[in-house]
């Protein structure tokens, strides 16, 4: 999401703060007092990749220059190895999983007090990222302008599956609000986490069941509130008998597409959802072209676009932003009522 209403008062959230600049490594998007740059809140996502690689090549620049890591530092592994364990340090706990220990044994055995050490001050500086990134800024933008800047933007539906509504419910003291996923995983990249254009409202399905914590830095998904990659607009739907719906061409699609499909179970989902068939086929069979030349010949002064439009309107005036599977939805409607002629 981005904001023109809200400048302002998001400037006021990050001036606000307090920053420390005990790891001032991160210069590039960070004012010298610590406090995040312009640049990097309104980074725009086609940027996120170059971020990363700034930051981890600066983190490992400024390990290197401490002086702490002779030993292990000159490992040919050692860059990636500090990449691996900021990305794998638990947000939370700050634990560190024996596995991705294991996987840089060579190193360990140059020197296991160095090895411990970076560990431990991986932890501190990923600790250090959380504190600034969400403890002081995401969750301070989400409590106070989350609902705002998903209004401002007109997001009602999920943009991951656009099939579950993301509507903002506010009566009395009564405040129901979707869940604010981050693109790229705050618990992965935490100096990513008040981006404005890595918090997508999502709904709970798609956040925490389908997405919970795939890492869309390492494994490229298509972003759903891009319009140069808004899948949606592209999927064309078929069906097999009056049950089985599907996805028709999935095999041209773009391998960041056919992910995004794969890890939102856009196929599957959508093909629970055969009320939307059986409605238009029984539309369709009801007000055929005999129906309506009966109906015509009984209210001549409506026109046989009017009956049309009064039996699928439904389907011809879909709002792409309000209705959930619109793309489903019209995909169904062109080819069931065009293919037995009556549009």
Do not use: W
Not at 169 to 180: A, G, N, R, V
């Amino acid at each position: 999401m981005q904001t023109k209403l809200y400048i302002q008062d998001l400037k006021n959230i990050i001036d606000g703060e307090t920053y420390s600049s005990i790891y001032s490594f991160f210069s590039n998007y960070e004012e010298t007092t610590g406090k995040p740059k312009n640049d990097l809140i309104y980074l725009n996502y086609s940027n996120f990749d170059e971020v990363i690689v700034c930051f981890f090549d600066s983190l490992f620049d400024y390990l290197k220059n401490t002086g702490y890591y002779p030993n292990i530092q000159t490992h040919a592994d050692f860059e990636r190895c500090v990449e691996d364990f900021f990305i794998a340090t638990a947000i939370s706990s700050g634990n560190l999983g024996q596995l991705i220990k294991n996987k840089y044994h060579n190193i360990n055995i140059l020197n296991t007090g160095e090895f411990n050490n970076l560990i431990e001050e991986i932890k501190n500086i990923k600790f250090f990222f959380k504190d600034k990134y969400i403890t002081k800024l995401f969750n301070k933008i989400r409590d106070e302008l989350g609902s705002k800047i998903q209004q401002e933007n007109e997001i009602f539906l999920c943009p991951y599956c656009q099939r579950n509504y993301v509507n903002i419910i506010q009566k009395d003291s009564l405040t129901i609000k979707p869940d604010l996923d981050h693109f790229y995983p705050k618990a992965k990249y935490p100096f990513l986490a008040a981006t404005l254009d890595n918090l997508i409202p999502a709904c709970q399905v798609c956040n925490s069941r389908l997405k919970k914590e795939i890492d869309f830095y390492k494994i490229k998904h298509l972003h759903p509130l891009k319009s140069t990659e808004k899948i949606f607009g592209k999927l064309k739907f078929l069906y097999l008998g009056n049950k089985n719906m599907y996805i028709k061409g999935k095999s041209t699609l773009s391998a960041e597409e056919q992910q995004y499909i794969k890890t939102f179970r856009i196929e599957e989902i959508y093909n629970t959802h055969t009320e939307v068939l059986e409605d238009i086929l029984e539309k369709n069979k009801k007000y055929n072209h005999v129906k309506k030349h009966h109906i015509l010949k009984t209210c001549p002064s409506m026109g046989m676009r009017t009956i049309k439009e009064l039996v699928f309107h439904e389907y011809i005036n879909i709002n792409e932003k309000k209705v959930p599977m619109s793309s489903l939805k019209k995909s169904l409607f062109k080819k069931i009522v065009a293919k037995n002629g009556n549009i």
